[in-house]
């Protein structure tokens, strides 16, 4: 009894851990959560990652869906994206499946007057 409760333990520890380290991944296949499509501002990269002409540049951004709903995301490019610009972003949790970049006319008046608030 005692090994099976230890056994059951450390099964739960490291699924846990596995699936925070892996949570992106893992949301895409997720049937819990939907895809919606979430707006925000970007600002300067994070930072890089790889190395020499494999570089991305990584966006940690908050956003807001179209219910007004704050959301936070991450999305890598292949090339520095300008500051200031407004990006659409397919999420489905913490996974992106696709981004790109908007136009202010595009996003709704709701999300944009939250977007201008921060």
């Known amino acids: 009894?005692?090994?099976?409760?230890?056994?059951?333990?450390?099964?739960?520890?490291?699924?846990?851990?596995?699936?925070?380290?892996?949570?992106?991944?893992?949301?895409?296949f997720n049937p819990l959560y939907k895809e919606q499509y979430v707006y925000a501002v970007i600002n300067?990269?994070?930072?890089?990652e790889g190395?020499?002409?494999?570089?991305?540049?990584?966006?940690?951004?908050?956003?807001?869906?179209?219910?007004g709903e704050k959301k936070?995301?991450?999305f890598s490019s292949s090339k520095e994206q300008k500051p200031e610009s407004y990006i659409r972003v397919l999420a489905k949790g913490a996974y992106t499946k696709d981004w790109i970049i908007v136009?202010?006319?595009v996003?709704?008046?709701?999300?944009?007057n939250q977007l201008r608030s921060h």
Do not use: H
Not at 2 to 22: D, E, H
Not at 107 to 112: A, M, N, S, W
């Open 1 to 28: 009894m005692k090994k099976t409760v230890i056994f059951i333990s450390i099964a739960l520890v490291v699924c846990s851990v596995l699936y925070l380290t892996f949570k992106r991944e893992l949301d895409q």
């Open 44 to 48: 300067k990269p994070d930072g890089k």
């Open 51 to 67: 190395k020499n002409e494999w570089i991305r540049y990584r966006y940690n951004l908050t956003g807001y869906t179209s219910e």
């Open 72 to 74: 936070k995301i991450t």
């Open 103 to 105: 136009e202010e006319k």
């Open 107 to 112: 996003i709704p008046e709701k999300v944009l």
